[in-house]
């Protein structure tokens, strides 16, 4: 393994670039701190290889998220985990020892039983991340196949040179850095990939007055209607005072994407009042354009190419939940660790 600091004078000349295409600034670039990335993340560190992870925004988690609106706190992606394999489940044990998750309520339809992060979803990504080479507010724009791997442009800041990459943005976003860099995908997986959708979704952050009415668990699915999913923080136990994350349908997320977020909030709002039974003090509304993959691609992970190593990963691979991206992470982990010996 070779490390190399790249000075900081701008535009590199095409020698000193070359030279440097020979010698890596990193084995494996990972683009994403979501659970996909953190995982192969600290997967491939556990096999003795090292990782330089990517992350556009300011925190990790990717869909894993947690907001704070003054005392209040709102986990406003992904609601729980739940765990369907034995690799994971002990991963959650594990972490449930170590006080980061803990089991929120038992399903009644398919008895798994629901987890989340301790005291809020982001204590889980904000762990992993504590032992692995994170860079945060690093947005890739293009990837370059170089001479012996791959040369990654940010939209700041120096290009990073990589022995192997391994992609883990919602695919729409991982192709376009691809049709960026001008990389080569074979056109039949390149057709699969473009026709990978995802559903989006408008999640609404609310401060109440009082508590909600809400039954204990904290959460409700209505049946009918604009929304999806209430919760209550509150009562699930993350949020000091009463604060509820509402998720619009896709169908609704999808119909007002473009609408003024405050009024659509408002008429979200509106709709959940009968169940609320309190008055709403603030609002936030943020928009999941890449909520959740609709169809499941049939691999685990994606080999775009074999030399120089090239990855994709993500729920989309390994199924449309937080184990799913944990499952693709892995699974990309286990082929690049054998790869990069
Ligand atoms: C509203 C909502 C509710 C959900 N509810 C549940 C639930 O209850 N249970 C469940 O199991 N799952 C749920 N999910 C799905 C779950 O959150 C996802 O399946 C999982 O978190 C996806 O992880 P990932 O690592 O594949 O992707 P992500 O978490 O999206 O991670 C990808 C990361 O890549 C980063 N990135 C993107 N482009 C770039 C770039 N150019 N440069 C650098 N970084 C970049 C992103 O910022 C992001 O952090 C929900 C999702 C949403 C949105």
Redesign the pocket.
């Known amino acids: 393994m070779c490390a190399i600091v790249l000075n900081a004078a701008g535009a590199l000349r095409p020698e000193k670039e070359r030279l440097l295409s020979e010698a890596f600034t990193t084995d494996l670039l990972i683009?994403?701190?979501?659970?996909?990335?953190l995982l192969a993340a600290a997967d491939l560190q556990e096999k003795g290889g090292n990782a330089l992870l990517?992350?556009?925004?300011r925190g990790?988690?990717?869909?894993?998220a947690t907001r704070r609106i003054g005392a209040a706190f709102f986990d406003?992606?992904?609601?729980?985990?739940?765990a369907r394999t034995p690799r994971w489940q002990a991963l959650l044990s594990c972490w449930q020892a170590q006080g980061i998750a803990t089991v929120w309520y038992r399903g009644d339809e398919d008895e798994h039983p629901r987890w989340r992060g301790l005291p809020t979803m982001t204590a889980i990504p904000k762990q992993l991340a504590q032992r692995l080479n994170v860079r945060l507010e690093?947005?890739?724009?293009c990837l370059q196949e170089a001479t012996t791997g791959w040369r990654a442009v940010f939209e700041q800041g120096e290009p990073v040179f990589a022995r192997a990459v391994l992609l883990?943005?919602?695919v729409p976003?991982s192709l376009a850095?691809l049709h960026a860099g001008q990389v080569h995908i074979e056109p039949s997986l390149h057709a699969q990939l473009e026709a990978i959708e995802y559903e989006p979704?408008l999640?609404v952050m609310a401060l109440l007055d009082r508590a909600s009415r809400l039954p204990v668990p904290g959460f409700l699915r209505p049946q009918h209607g604009n929304i999806a999913w209430l919760a209550d923080n509150h009562i699930k136990g993350i949020s000091p005072v009463p604060a509820i994350t509402l998720?619009a349908t896709p169908l609704f997320s999808r119909t007002h994407w473009e609408a003024d977020r405050q009024e659509t909030g408002k008429q979200l709002l509106e709709e959940a009042a009968p169940w609320l039974g309190a008055a709403v003090t603030e609002f936030q509304v943020h928009g999941?354009r890449?909520?959740?993959p609709l169809k499941e691609a049939t691999q685990p992970c994606i080999i775009l190419r074999e030399d120089p190593p090239l990855l994709l990963?993500?729920?989309?691979f390994g199924g449309?939940?937080?184990?799913?991206?944990a499952l693709?992470?892995w699974a990309a982990a286990e082929w690049l660790a054998g790869q990069l010996k």
């Not at 683009?31 to 990335?37: D, F, P, R, T, W």
């Open positions: 683009v994403g701190a979501g659970m996909a990335g990517v992350e556009k925004s990790v988690g990717g869909r894993l406003h992606g992904a609601q729980f985990i739940t690093t947005k890739l724009t883990t943005a919602p976003q850095i979704c999640a998720h999941w890449y909520a959740r990963a993500g729920d989309a449309a939940r937080v184990e799913g991206a693709s992470g």
